[in-house]
């Protein structure tokens, strides 16, 4: 499948090269020629499947004919945070760079005057997380009516930060013979009763299943020992034993404070390390990244919270420090690396109290992860098994293997363990002035983004997620 088979223009096929995108993703390819009909779609994809270039390319034609007119912007993107909607803005640049385009970007902190003014002058595009555009309806500068294409990206999501309610409110705004397309990367009941509110006949197109891994990553488990400072040799070695073929790397810990802590042992080891996590503001976290897709620092140490929803191109490898808590966790935090068809390795270190969450985790993608170097006993699984019943009600069971750990043999192999040594922009400026500028004022992204960032403190990732009361 190529580019020209879509249906698209020349102008945007020039930019697709430019892009440097030699041929459509799996998402790519599906979406494209139903969206350009103008049908409803509903993309059953994540982040990494090249599923913004899916709906921003469609949205490209169809702004060629016609124009916008004063306050009533064309198409609307809606997406759940800033970052996202940041992301998207500067897709339409990179992508929409042979077109004249008028694009407004309603996130927390941009100036309402600034938006307002492209609003007034007829924008083609309006990119906006739900709170900071139902801000703007409501100081009546802006009129929906006109809206052609309205895009739900990573609706999922918006459901776990509570922006239904909002999301239902803003589609009874816009006119009911638009076209809708809409994302998602998994597909729970709530999201597909929206589905079936919002769309018309969709045409269902699906990358891949949402609770598979892709085959582009080499995913292995690696055995760990409980203590902390010997758990940190051992992603020492993890990391030594694949000298030169990590390019860059995001590390996944848990807990904020085990992120910190790693970042300073990294540097303190003179790894080129930075750390992204709940306590940074967003300029903070977007100042993170630049250095981090400039290849200024080779290892991000990210909590998931803090990670969520970031898109970081090209990620070599994925290390998780800790075994995710849950098993989706898992399936977000290795799609970040293996992206657009390229290679990717996702290594996990696990200790005898995570053999449990292996275990969920195999399940839920399908298949079982190889170990490198030795993997665990029967004898040793059971034995992890009974003493985490043991330890029920007594809390978690920290520091309880000792025997293998600092006092012990300092991360080094368990006894009669065969385990050998681990083998061998603008978009962004503007989301950047952003975050300099003053707070939103309701923006429930923001309140959601705050939830987070306070739940992230030492808190296991279950129970930072957001409960849906409806
Ligand atoms: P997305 O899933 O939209 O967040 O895209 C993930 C990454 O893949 C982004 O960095 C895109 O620039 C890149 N990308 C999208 N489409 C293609 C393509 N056809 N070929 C190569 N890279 C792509």
Redesign the pocket.
Known sequence: MS?ENLGLSDRILQA?KD???????E??AQAIPPAIEGKDVLGL??????????FVLPILKRLETGRARARMPRTLILEPTRELAA?VHE?FE?LGRHHKLKIALLIGGVSFDVQSRIIDRGADVLIATPGRLIDHFERGKLLLTGIEVLVIDEADRMLDMGFIPDIERIVKMLPFTRQTLFFSATMPKEIQRLVDQFLHLPVRVEAQPPSSTADTIDQKLVLAPLDEAAKRERLREVIRAREGGISNAIIFANRKKTVEVLRKSMEKHEFSAGALHGDMDQYQRLEMLQKFRDGEITYLIASDVAARGL?I??VSHVINYDTPVTAEDYVHRIGRTG???RKGEAVTLVTPDDFKAVAAIEKLIGKNIPWEGEAPTEEEIERAARKKSRGRGRGPARGGDRGRGKSGRGGQRAKGSKRGKARPKEGADEARKVARGPKDRTDNARKAGDKARFSDDNMPAFLARPVNRD
């Open positions: 580019f697709v892009a440097g995108f030699a041929e459509p993703t998402i790519q994809a994540q982040t990494g499947s090249g599923k913004t270039a899916a992301q897709a990179q898109d191109p090209a992206r657009a068809g």
